[in-house]
Nanobody
């Protein structure tokens, strides 16, 4: 039972990346999903969340308009498209599944998520 985030890398400022999150032994379809990130010496912070069907999403102010979260329930995948990357976006990015089945609310607190992927490093050079 695991989530695996991948697709990170080293890019220049202004570039784009798409992160993917794959689930094995774990069903995502009935749950909201989230992306978080953690930079060195900082707390893990919310990036984006998406509802069960993908019809509703929520973004941190710092990424709104640049990042897009999406999901493919048929393939048990979640994505984070990141455009106009900046050095302050440098962090390890994690995907996570909400603790409870979706009830109409998207959560921003890490404690509301139960299953976490191992993370993928995104480094943006200036």
């Amino acid at each position: 039972v695991q989530l695996q985030a991948f697709g990170g890398g080293l890019v220049q400022a202004g570039s784009s990346l798409t992160l993917s999150c794959a689930a094995s032994g774990l069903t995502l379809v009935n749950y909201a999903m989230g992306w978080f990130r953690q930079a060195p010496r900082k707390e893990r912070e919310f990036v984006a969340a998406i509802s069960r069907t993908g019809g509703i999403s929520d973004y941190a102010d710092s990424v709104k308009g640049r990042f897009t979260i999406s999901r493919d329930n048929a393939n048990n995948m979640v994505y984070l498209r990141m455009n106009s990357l900046q050095p302050e976006d440098t962090a390890v990015y994690y995907c996570a599944r909400d603790r409870a089945t979706y009830n109409g609310r998207l959560h921003r607190q890490p404690v509301e998520y139960y299953y976490w992927g191992q993370g993928t490093q995104v480094t943006v050079s200036s």
